[in-house]
């Protein structure tokens, strides 16, 4: 790892951006989002069997060369060595995950996020927590709420955590609560082992998928599409045979399916229990 110099023109390139290579506000929400809309989330390894492996040249020959995207520990990783290349102050946060959980259930610190100084204030910047990724940089120092290009944020100090809440309609709900302790690259190995190999864990147990488009977010959840418009409204319909979801996933995600059998199996298997979509 520390012969590792990432190809940062190549990211660049990949994510679409042109603009000036400063450490400004300005560049870091266009990262954000530009990212998010080129590099999907995504789980095909750890639903398959397969490792996730997330040293730096793996998740660059992934993501760049070979037209997969990843979760955050291959995401986030990526995008703070980016960061860093551009002249950003970065620190790694562990985070536990509040979306879709019972308000009493205290979740594991799985999730890896970061905070990224721009112009003087630090900001949360997040390119892969999947469905409710914000897709513009969060101010920390205030709880007011703050707009992205898709839905409307805030974030809350609750006891000695960050509470980050999305607003879907009138209604706020947890997304994940960050520690305030800044973590090294390191300290994830074990997340991300339990993650992508604990039969328990979602991304074993399901295909998740997600991409934004620049008027709404795309989710796949095994075989169910959903459209979540920025009015939270969600439109849903499920996909009907191995072939249009592989075409779903290389049309609608941009994901180049790999050529493997325990890819292959794991897609198929969705549709011999329709009960586990």
Same mark, same amino acid.
């Given at each position: 790892?520390? /012969?590792?110099?990432? /190809?940062?023109?190549?990211?660049?390139?990949?994510?679409?951006?042109?603009?000036?290579?400063?450490? &400004?506000?300005?560049?870091?929400?266009?990262?954000?989002?530009?990212?998010?809309?080129?590099?999907?989330?995504?789980?095909? %390894?750890?639903? $398959?069997?397969? #490792?996730?492996?997330?040293?730096?040249?793996?998740?660059?020959?992934?993501?760049?060369?070979?037209?997969?995207?990843?979760?955050?520990?291959?995401?986030?990783?990526? +995008?703070? +060595? @980016?960061?860093?290349?551009?002249?950003?102050?970065?620190? +790694?946060?562990?985070?536990?995950?509040?979306?879709?959980?019972? #308000?009493?259930?205290?979740?594991?610190?799985?999730?890896?996020?970061?905070?990224?100084?721009?112009?003087? @204030?630090?900001?949360?910047?997040?390119?892969?927590?999947?469905?409710?990724? #914000?897709?513009?940089?969060? =101010?920390?120092?205030?709880?007011? #709420?703050?707009?992205?290009?898709?839905?409307?944020?805030?974030?809350?100090?609750?006891? !000695?955590?960050?509470?980050?809440?999305?607003?879907?309609?009138?209604?706020?709900?947890?997304?994940?609560?960050?520690?305030?302790? /800044?973590?090294?690259?390191?300290?994830?190995? @074990?997340? %991300?082992?339990?993650?992508?190999? %604990?039969?328990? $864990? !979602?991304?074993?147990?399901?295909?998740?998928? @997600?991409?934004? &488009?620049?008027?709404?977010?795309?989710?796949? %959840?095994?075989?169910?599409?959903?459209?979540? /418009?920025? !009015?939270? $409204?969600? =439109?849903?319909?499920?996909?009907?045979?191995?072939?249009?979801?592989?075409?779903?996933?290389? !049309?609608?995600?941009?994901?180049?399916?790999?050529?493997?059998?325990?890819?292959?199996?794991?897609?198929?298997?969705?549709?011999?229990?329709?009960?586990? $979509?």
């Amino acid at each position: 790892m520390t /012969d590792f110099r990432i /190809d940062l023109d190549g990211y660049l390139t990949r994510i679409g951006f042109d603009g000036k290579r400063a450490p &400004t506000l300005e560049t870091l929400s266009r990262i954000v989002l530009l990212h998010q809309m080129a590099i999907p989330f995504e789980n095909l %390894n750890s639903f $398959s069997g397969l #490792p996730v492996v997330i040293d730096p040249a793996t998740i660059e020959n992934r993501t760049l060369r070979e037209g997969r995207g990843g979760y955050c520990h291959e995401q986030n990783q990526y +995008l703070r +060595l @980016a960061l860093m290349a551009l002249g950003f102050a970065v620190k +790694l946060r562990m985070a536990r995950v509040r979306w879709m959980q019972p #308000p009493d259930v205290t979740p594991p610190r799985a999730h890896m996020s970061m905070v990224v100084k721009a112009e003087g @204030a630090w900001y949360l910047s997040d390119v892969a927590f999947g469905a409710m990724t #914000p897709t513009a940089p969060l =101010r920390l120092d205030t709880a007011e #709420p703050q707009a992205t290009p898709h839905q409307i944020y805030r974030i809350r100090p609750q006891e !000695d955590s960050l509470h980050l809440e999305v607003k879907l309609g009138e209604e706020w709900r947890p997304v994940y609560s960050i520690d305030e302790v /800044d973590f090294h690259p390191v300290d994830f190995e @074990a997340a %991300n082992w339990f993650v992508s190999t %604990n039969p328990g $864990s !979602d991304f074993v147990k399901s295909l998740i998928l @997600a991409r934004p &488009t620049a008027d709404r977010r795309q989710i796949l %959840n095994n075989t169910t599409l959903s459209i979540r /418009d920025p !009015d939270g $409204s969600v =439109r849903r319909r499920t996909i009907a045979d191995p072939g249009e979801l592989r075409a779903t996933i290389t !049309d609608m995600f941009g994901i180049r399916l790999p050529d493997n059998r325990m890819v292959d199996r794991a897609l198929e298997g969705l549709f011999h229990n329709r009960g586990g $979509s």
